[in-house]
């Protein structure tokens, strides 16, 4: 799923740059007008300090006694007056000009204003002024000049427009230098939270995982009905650990959580908290938690918490990032008031690795596992993929299941998607069994990789390496049914063919036998090149490594070697992932644990070589009918190894095409 959700993050960014170049664009545009506009309101209202025909207040009220003045126009700041006499010529003007001028009627000559003056009025109110001017026959008027509005274009407006285009600017120069949101907002809810107000996810979505779901279930009482738990004075714990490998279904059941106690989801990955910056991933902590306290009763959901969670004193030497982040989430951990009803789950594949004080009681005390499901897992798993899908009348889930021990959910339900695809792709209305198988395939070993032409020298030695595999298993377990398929058509990822196994249903412990016998199968295929074709080629390297990899556990780790006896050599570093360990003896020790290793391959092969040449017959005849057929199940297989037509074994129920 991450891998589907790489292209997106990248187009997305992509589309922020195109923003941000387009911002930068709009904010120079926007600083180049308010630089303008400043300008020109600025030239426009500044008031002229010097007026040609202003008069002082007293010389106009001497004017208006000795009937000099013909009108006034008065507005709060400043009265505007004409003189009689000049009125008097502006009219005389007027007339001159309309008699000099013959087309007057039709083309009016401009009209002469006359001469005006101005004067300020008193602040103090001159309250005779009207008086006066009525008594002496000046014709008088009040203007509003709206003051208020000159004031602001003149005064504020250019520095709301500075202010603005600033603001704007700084936010382009910071976005540029990481998003970081300035220095003021460090971290401020940048990690990438991702809140559903309902999943709509049930634990009917949900299948298998019974005892998960049982675990779960208190914690969803809990959100319901919180009163009940806190009346008796019982403590819920704050937070429960998913373990499990990657697939099995985490996610899923910690969204079936606050689906099924309808409450809101939050989820954050692990690896969102961990910045360059130091304090960036605590502070992200603190306001995941505070976002969350506002929608309680919710469900936060961290996924691989072990990004964060790492133990502090491992060797890779210290960092302080994760560490701050870390003591963050722990006093969260503590200092938020369970009753309020914030759960919290976190997800991981590596429990060992996490800090021993994420784990303490009233944090992660919870641990529930979340296996690899089993084969009625697995059919429960197809079924609930399948409900929404049309299925052809010879579909059998159940085989399906069968056939595919060892997939997690994950897998499962890629594998129903691929298999509804190809039918599409097929033209056909519904999803057949041969489409679920075939896409079991492609999942598990990627597609059919068309154009690789092999020479028929190397299918041969193809389909002997792999009928060896499949042969020495079958040998070894009493015949039981070893493989669901065996194919020389070369996949995608790097493999010319292969041999599906089966791991064994419910098998939790190997003994040594079985050990050994694994190791025989894997060196099988080389056992066949040798035998028939006298050579060995390069396609067994990774039989080699696996074989010696479980060699070497099986002296270091397993204690089932003659030599060293139940002496562990050996540490298990992440148990959910691929298994991985380190050699914890003295060097010394190391060459000795090589020496038996050897051994052990080397008996192992020679082994594997006594069973292929005791049944070369059966050898034969599965390899020229694989070479035939180019890809046969394990059903088959063994029809020829009873000496059945194989083509009557039943194929898992598909028809073959
Ligand atoms: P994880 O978090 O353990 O890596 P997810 O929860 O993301 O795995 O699972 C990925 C997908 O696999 C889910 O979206 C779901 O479609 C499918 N899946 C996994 N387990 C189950 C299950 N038990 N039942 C149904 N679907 C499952
Ligand atoms: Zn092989």
């Known amino acids: 799923m991450n891998q589907n959700n790489v292209p997106n993050n990248q187009s997305n960014q992509g589309g922020n740059k195109n923003n ?70 502006a009219l005389e003007q007027q007339e ?61 407006l250019p ?16 976005n540029k230098m990481g998003g970081m949101g300035g220095i003021g907002g460090v971290g401020k809810a940048n990690a990438k939270v991702y809140v559903e107000k309902k999943t709509g996810v049930t634990f ?57 106690a309808n409450v809101p989801f939050f ?36 996924d691989e918490i072990d990004t964060i969670g790492k133990s502090r004193d491992n060797r890779m030497g210290g960092n302080d990032e994760r560490e701050q982040t870390l003591n963050q989430l722990l006093a969260e951990l503590d200092g938020f008031d369970p009753t309020k009803g914030v759960i919290v789950l976190a997800a991981t594949n590596r429990p060992e690795v996490l800090d021993k004080a994420l784990l303490r009681p009233g944090r992660f005390d919870r641990r529930i596992t979340v296996d690899r499901p089993n084969l009625s897992g697995r059919l429960a798993t197809l079924q609930v993929h399948t409900r ?5 009348e010879d579909v059998d889930l159940k085989k399906i299941a069968q056939a595919t021990a060892g997939c997690v959910g994950a897998d499962l339900a890629n594998l129903v998607n691929e298999a509804a695809l190809r039918a599409v792709r097929h033209g056909r209305q519904a999803v057949n069994q041969q489409d679920l198988l075939t896409s079991f395939e492609m999942v598990i070993a990627g597609a059919e990789k068309k154009g690789t032409v092999l020479t028929e020298k190397e299918k041969k030695l193809i389909a002997y390496h792999e009928v060896g595999h499949a042969l020495v298993a079958s040998k070894q377990k009493d015949d039981v049914m070893p493989v669901s398929k065996i194919t020389i058509v070369p996949h995608v990822q790097g493999t010319l063919g292969y041999t599906l196994h089966l791991p064994e249903e419910e098998k939790f412990l190997m003994t ?85 290793v050897r051994k052990i391959i080397e008996d192992c092969h020679n082994e594997a070589r006594g069973i292929l040449e005791e049944n070369r017959a059966d050898l034969d005849a599965v390899a020229a009918y694989l070479l035939e057929k180019e890809t046969i199940t394990g059903q088959e297989m063994m029809a020829i190894l009873h000496g059945d037509d194989p083509a009557n074994a039943d194929n898992y129920g598909a028809n073959p095409q």
């Open 388 to 392: 929404n899908i049309r299925l052809a």
């Open 512 to 596: 040594k036998e079985d050990l050994y016998s694994e190791i025989r199968t894997l060196l099988g295929g080389r056992c066949a090149e040798e035998l028939v074709f006298e050579t060995k080629t390069s396609g067994a390297a990774n039989d080699i490594e696996r074989a010696t990899e479980l060699a070497r556990k099986l002296v270091a780790m397993f204690g089932m070697s003659d030599k060293f006896g139940a002496m562990g050599l050996a540490t298990v570093q992440n148990q959910y992932l691929d298994g991985g360990y380190g050699l914890t003896c003295a060097q010394d020790t190391a060459a000795q644990v090589d020496e038996e």
């Open 159 to 174: 520095y709301v427009f500075l202010a603005v285009s600033m603001v704007l600017l700084f936010r382009f120069i910071s």
């Open 96 to 156: 001159t000009a309309q008699q000099r001028n013959p087309l007057s009627p039709f083309f009016p000559p401009a009209e002469v204003k006359p001469k005006t003056y101005t004067t300020t009025p008193l602040s103090i109110e001159d309250e005779q002024l009207i008086p006066l001017l009525t008594e002496h026959n000046v014709e008088y008027e009040y203007t509003e000049e709206s003051t208020f509005w000159l004031f602001f274009a003149a005064q504020i």
């Open 204 to 260: 009917a979505d949900v299948a298998g995982q019974d005892e998960a779901k049982e675990s779960l279930e208190e914690i969803i009482d809990f959100l319901h009905n919180p009163g009940k738990y806190t009346e008796i004075g019982a403590k819920l714990p704050k937070g429960a650990l998913l373990v499990g490998s990657p697939g099995t279904g985490k996610t899923l059941l910690a969204k079936a959580v606050a689906g099924e």
């Open 20 to 89: 941000r170049n387009k911002g930068a664009f709009g904010i120079v545009t926007i600083v180049l007008w308010a630089i303008l506009l400043t300008l020109l309101l600025g030239s426009l209202f500044t008031p002229q300090s010097s007026d040609a025909n202003a008069v002082p207040y007293s010389t106009f009220r001497q004017w208006v006694t000795e009937d000099k003045v013909a009108s006034v126009t008065m507005s709060s700041s400043k009265f505007t007056f004409v003189l009689l006499e000049d009125k008097q010529a």
């Open 267 to 302: 989820s954050i990955s692990g690896s969102d908290f961990v910045e360059m910056f130091v304090g960036v991933g605590a502070s992200r902590v603190r306001d995941l938690f505070k976002e969350a306290a506002k929608l309680a009763p919710c469900i936060i959901f961290i």
